[in-house]
């Protein structure tokens, strides 16, 4: 097995040892993280449900990739509806790089990612996520579809007056995804995610250029 895929698995069996604990009331900037191996890493828009807890609300957030990077480091940032109907902010800064290609010893692409942002609604909440992304990408004529998931953990450092006891928290984080698009160029490419768990949220959107190829 290519010691990326074995480093993956590795990674997939500890996550489940940790004992997560729910961010109450918060949208976490960084779920879900919408980070496969050839996610567009171009200017995004996208709406996000966060489900971290049930009455949870909407919110929008949009991406922007820094200049002189190759797509490798973006800004993510938003505003939305939490629990308790408290306006939440919330932004980070992403990086990524590709560790793999799929090839004949191994299926898939693999890549890594990490950030560091935060969040404040009833409480401040600053988390630094880190996790694998794998996928492999299909075309035919115009059509682009890439479908991933991605295995990652979280930690979390809470502060206020209504923030949990526990400053701190290492949370697992796992979510799948899918890029598509239907031109060759992928100037236009349509993505959705869901991330799982305690972290649970979805969003939809598009990026705008930034193909990676």
Known sequence: MNRYA????????????????????????????????????????????????????DAVFATLPVPGTGGGVTLRGGLGEGATDELAGFG????????????????????????IGGSYGEYLILSLPVGLSAGRSWS????????YVGLGAVLDYRRGEEAPDDEFALEPNAEVGMDLAFDTSRHIVLRAAASLGDRQAVAVGLAIGGARR
Request: charged letters at 15%; a negative charge.
């Open 140 to 147: 035919s004529g115009a059509v682009w579809f890439a479908p």
């Open 6 to 57: 074995t480093l993956a698995v590795c990674l997939a069996g500890t996550l489940t040892a940790f004992a997560p604990a729910t961010a109450e009331g918060q949208i976490l900037w960084d779920a879900p993280r919408m980070i496969g191996p050839e996610s567009p890493a171009g200017v995004g828009f996208y709406w996000l449900r966060a489900e971290a807890l049930p009455d949870d609300g």
């Open 92 to 115: 980070g800064i992403n990086v990524r790089s590709l560790l793999a290609r799929h090839d004949e010893s191994q299926p898939l692409d693999i890549g890594w990612n990490a950030g």
